[in-house]
T-cell receptor
Framework: DGGITQSPKYLFRKEGQNVTLSCEQNLNHDAMYWYRQDPGQGLRLIYYSQIVNDFQKGDIAEGYSVSREKKESFPLTVTSAQKNPTAFYLC????????????FGPGTRLTVT | LAKTTQPVSMDSYEGQEVNITCSHNNIATNDYITWYQQFPSQGPRFIIQGYKTKVTNEVASLFIPADRKSSTLSLPRVSLSDTAVYYCLVATTGGGNKLTFGTGTQLKVEL
């Protein structure tokens, strides 16, 4: 069963703590993405990676960090520097070629109190 | 990067055809236009992609005029299950793999 998995589905943390969100894909895709979605809003790009050991900042990278040590994995760390971390986080991947079809995971809803 | 503008919301009734238009005035020569559908608390799902003229698949059609400054997603005979947010996205090859979503259109389908 090919696809993208994100875990956990719901995550609760205390303010001031770093938290890492998992994203794994078995689609053999080179590119991976992290988006943030706030209630009633669209998706905003946090970070993206075109290839292993390489990643670029998106539009709202402040307070977040990522790594891409393996092709299948693209974890996102929400640091204590992120002012408003409570949100719905979506991971996606895309293969090579002319199609811009992204495959999304089920998302992680992070609540920080 | 090409910025997109869509209506915030649209209402329709079951069985009707729905057309959602997206404006992308500064689209670049190599950019593609892609549409996604998103249900609450789920990740977006790819619907259709096009470069110019018309593209049709089993769920939708995409109309792109010659100047490519806009595009229209057409959903034939919508049902209640088509109630969702629809995003227009211009894939900018100049930005490598960077793909940025707009704010989307909330489509509500009623009986």
């Amino acid at each position: 069963d090919g696809g993208i998995t994100q875990s956990p589905k719901y995550l609760f943390r205390k303010e001031g703590q770093n938290v890492t969100l998992s994203c794994e894909q078995n689609l053999n895709h080179d590119a991976m993405y992290w988006y943030r979605q706030d209630p009633g809003q669209g998706l905003r790009l946090i970070y993206y990676s075109q290839i292993v050991n390489d990643f670029q900042k998106g539009d709202i990278a402040e307070g977040y960090s990522v790594s891409r040590e393996k092709k299948e994995s693209f974890p996102l760390t929400v640091t204590s520097a992120q002012k408003n971390p409570t949100a719905f986080y979506l991971c996606a991947s895309r293969g090579t070629g002319s199609s811009y079809e992204q495959y999304f995971g089920p998302g992680t809803r992070l609540t920080v109190t | 990067l090409a910025k997109t503008t869509q209506p915030v919301s649209m209402d329709s009734y079951e069985g009707q055809e729905v057309n959602i238009t997206c404006s992308h005035n500064n689209i670049a020569t190599n950019d593609y236009i892609t549409w996604y559908q998103q249900f609450p608390s789920q990740g977006p799902r790819f619907i259709i992609q096009g470069y110019k003229t018309k593209v049709t698949n089993e769920v939708a059609s995409l109309f792109i005029p010659a100047d490519r400054k806009s595009s229209t997603l057409s959903l034939p005979r919508v049902s209640l299950s088509d109630t969702a947010v629809y995003y227009c996205l211009v894939a900018t090859t100049g930005g490598g793999n960077k793909l940025t979503f707009g704010t989307g259109t909330q489509l509500k389908v009623e009986l």
